[in-house]
């Protein structure tokens, strides 16, 4: 897909007007603005990854697991040049690309089709996988699961074999708004840091929390930010 | 004579030295077999334990990174259980993989119907796009296992068992091969029911087409092979998993002539028996006692 009228130069200030051009999902309200600072930060600070890589073999890879609530996602993307804000308002419509969940096939940097809970974390440790045996030991795999997505099974298969081999490359960002009914013993990062991962948990809106933990060094573990925000109702 | 397991191990290992591009995933089921191959490529032979949801995440990861995986563990376990994987992680993100079973619909009778699954090839009958291979000996396995890591970005489905013909055949991937030929009907031997479908059928005026390749069906072939017959024509379908799997195919390839269609295969209901391979194919119906029975009933 080819776009004519891609505009850059957007800031965060910009997020809001352009989340505003979705309507349609509002159900998924929550779960939208929960991720707006943790997306905005890989992408602007974090992530080697831009509209014009966008294929690059050695680009990081950013995976939205928790595929519901997309309009913080879609925004961030439109802000950073991967496609026109004009896309915004088609949000949801028959002849328009961006779903109430995200397609990879139909949107330019959009990493995987996501919706279905508990499939980003298992193909992010695929990916880890398929970097290093490329060779491209370089580029880093991001996935962002929600606090509730963690009760999927799945991501426990990923969480225990991912820091059984130390899968350095791979990060996981957890945004907790408090959503999942039967939370974890011990809080999120107790879970993955008896895995043997590296932890962080910060403050899900403070950008220079975020990066901070964001850019933590893990030598020989994958990393885990918890991203703490306020509580859905 | 190795068995289809055994084969898979030594020539996907091979296929590992050759092709930078291929990576094997396994969930502790088969990985004696890759012990060698996992010394030579550790980046390449992955073991993520028992976690079978995770075995299909993390080949659907390996292949949006340009690698090829292939993923092997009992049908069960790579098709049933983690179903939704297979639906999201290769169709849905547009990339695909091979995924190779074993123990089938009846291989490891005395194991009980936990270790069976006669419906993976209608399962995957429910997605798009997947070939489906199901060898009937060890150096057919090769050939379509060869075929299978060599066909670019293609999903690919093989089903290795224990059941096997006693010799070789020499198939091509894709095509039905014709047998034997006849003018009463059409009998379709899938895999490792030829032998006990050719002995089945000794002295019966019948054609008998070889399935390796189920899907996509070979339609061609079954097309040419009912144009000889006069008026309509009656096909057989002997498949060693659930019943009536391809009848759909059979009926698409000639839905523009009169013909009849007997599905044969594993049935719907437990047996609930252990025991051989050969005592559950009799329990099943599906020995050549049964068989001759069935398709001499069938015929006109």
Redesign the interface.
């Known amino acids: 897909m080819t776009f004519t009228d891609v505009h850059t130069g957007y800031g965060y200030d910009d997020l809001p007007r352009l989340m505003s051009l979705m309507t349609g999902d509002e159900k998924h309200g929550p779960a939208a603005t929960s991720t707006l600072d943790v997306v905005w930060v890989l992408y602007d600070r974090v992530l080697r990854v831009s509209a014009e890589g966008v294929d690059a073999?050695g680009r990081d890879?950013f995976l939205l697991s928790k595929g519901h609530g997309p309009m913080a996602y879609y925004a961030v993307l439109a802000a950073k040049g991967f496609f026109p804000e004009s896309l915004l308002a088609g949000f949801g419509a028959y002849d328009s690309p961006l779903g109430h969940h995200p397609?990879?096939?139909l949107v330019p940097g959009v990493?995987?089709?996501s919706g279905?809970l508990?499939?980003g974390?298992?193909?992010?440790?695929?990916?880890?996988?398929?970097?290093?045996?490329?060779g491209?030991s370089g580029a880093a795999v991001w996935v962002l699961v929600g606090d509730a997505e963690l009760d999927e099974?799945?991501n426990h298969?990923?969480i225990?074999?991912a820091g059984?081999v130390g899968l350095e490359r791979l990060h996981a960002v957890v945004v907790d708004n408090g959503s999942a009914s039967h939370g974890r013993p011990g809080g999120i990062a107790a879970r993955f840091e008896a895995a043997g991962w590296s932890t962080a948990t910060v403050d899900g809106r403070d950008h220079e929390a975020l990066y901070e933990a964001y850019t933590a060094p893990h030598p020989g573990r994958p990393h885990v930010v918890v991203a703490r925000v306020e509580a859905k109702v | 004579m190795d068995t289809m397991r055994e084969r898979f191990a030594s020539v996907v290992s091979r296929l590992l030295d050759d092709d930078p591009r291929l990576a094997v995933v396994l969930a502790e089921i088969g990985k004696d077999g890759f012990t060698d191959a996992a010394r030579a490529h550790p980046d390449r032979v992955v073991n993520v334990g028992i976690r079978e949801q995770l075995l299909i995440g993390v080949g659907g990861g390996l292949a949006l990174t340009g690698m090829r995986p292939i993923l092997h563990t009992f049908a069960s376990f790579l098709v049933e259980r983690p179903f939704e994987q297979v639906k999201l992680d290769f169709g849905h993100q547009g990339v695909g993989g091979v995924l190779v079973s074993a123990a089938g619909s009846y291989d490891w009778p005395a194991g009980g119907y936990t270790h069976m699954a006669p419906g993976d090839v209608a399962l995957l009958d429910t997605l798009d796009g997947w070939t489906v291979h199901v060898p009937g000996h060890p150096d057919e396995a090769e050939t379509l296992l060869r075929d299978a890591a060599a066909a670019g970005d293609d999903s690919v489905y093989v089903r290795l068992s224990a059941h096997s013909n006693s010799a070789p055949r020499d198939i091509a991937p894709g095509g039905f091969l014709t047998v034997r030929e006849g003018r009463r009907g059409v009998v379709i031997a899938v895999g490792p029911m030829l032998d006990g479908v050719l002995t089945a059928v000794e002295g019966l005026d019948v054609t008998v087409l070889y399935a390796t390749t189920v899907r996509p069906f070979d339609e061609r072939a079954v097309r040419a092979t009912a144009g000889a017959a006069a008026g309509g024509v009656d096909v057989v379908l002997v498949e060693p998993y659930l019943e009536g799997t391809s009848t759909a195919a059979v009926n698409d390839a000639l839905a523009d002539r009169p013909h009849r269609v007997l599905g044969l295969g594993i049935p719907r209901r437990e047996l609930r028996r252990y025991g051989t391979i050969d005592e559950h194919l009799a329990g099943q119906g599906l020995d050549p006692v049964g068989l001759r029975e069935r398709i001499s009933a069938f015929l006109r």
């Open positions: 073999p890879r397609d990879r096939v990493e995987i089709s279905s508990g499939h974390l298992p193909l992010a440790v695929g990916s880890a996988l398929g970097l290093r045996a490329r491209l099974g799945s298969e990923a225990a074999y059984a």
